[in-house]
């Protein structure tokens, strides 16, 4: 089986089979963190189709040795970010500065810890699912890059652009958040 | 027991609609064949017009130089090679004074303009793929 690299070499020889397969290999993986960004089934289609068609438009800025998945999601980040503020519908819960976030945050009750809650998930991710897309955007992305993708929490600073202590915060936040969501559902 | 991010990193991708890979290729090769039409209609405008100047530029060129001293100065060389070089700087003045500039530089430049665009008309053609495209194949 061929390499990302070694695709979209063959890509820019003409090899237009090539394309094709790159876009098989990773639709999954664009499309889930499309769908867990927007939140709605035919808009997280809309934005996996923008990020391959912006990552065709800039296939020729590809370096060997760059992680196309995370290239790909960095896309999938921005157009989705793009597509939310289009959507002008927007609560604080969905796209939220850092205030914002600090706000939901503390508007959820501090339950008394309760490892059942947050560990009797068992199997079901639906309640994980629901407890993620309720997270401020500034929170779910570094969730979906630092634990969904496993990038560390440095490749997760640098893939958004923002410092690692910011990162860092957010990602400790993030999992604050998330408790408080599972502990009330 | 699983920890919170444990579970976080083991969720399970969300599979899209069959069709949508599909689609997506799709819509590329039809953005990219869309941009080749219009840079081989530039480039087919571009030659054709450079094309058509080329012959006005070199008659105007000759034209130039024949109605110049430059060709007599020139012909001083296979005449009189020793009266030549033995006043070599003086000549080479005369040359550069007479030289038919603005006709050279007409001809010239739309004959480098012809053969580029024609050239680049040429690179956008349709290329005779090693796999004709078809998802099934993969």
Redesign the interface.
Known sequence: MKTDDELIDAYKQ????A???L??RH???V??FA??MVGKKEE??DV??ET??KF?KSIGRFRKGMRMRTWLLSIARNTAIDYLRKRRSLSFSEMGTHDDADAFEHSLPDPAPS?ES??G?GED?HR??AA?MKLPLIYREI?LFH??E?LTLEETAQTLKIPLNTAKSRDRRA?IA??KL?ATQ | MKELETFLRDLPDIRPEAALAESIVRRVMAIRNRSMRTRRAVFATLAALSGLSVLPALYLSVREISNSSFASYLSLFLSDGSAAFGNWRELLFSLLESAPAVGAIAFLGTAFVFLISLKAFASYLPRRYKNSYRMSSI
């Open positions: 003409g090899e237009e089979t394309f094709a397969e876009v098989e639709i999954s993986a499309y889930t769908y867990r997280a289609e996996a189709q391959f068609i065709w490892a947050v560990f998930l991710t994980l699912e993620l969730v634990y969904r496993g999992l998330l408790r599972l």
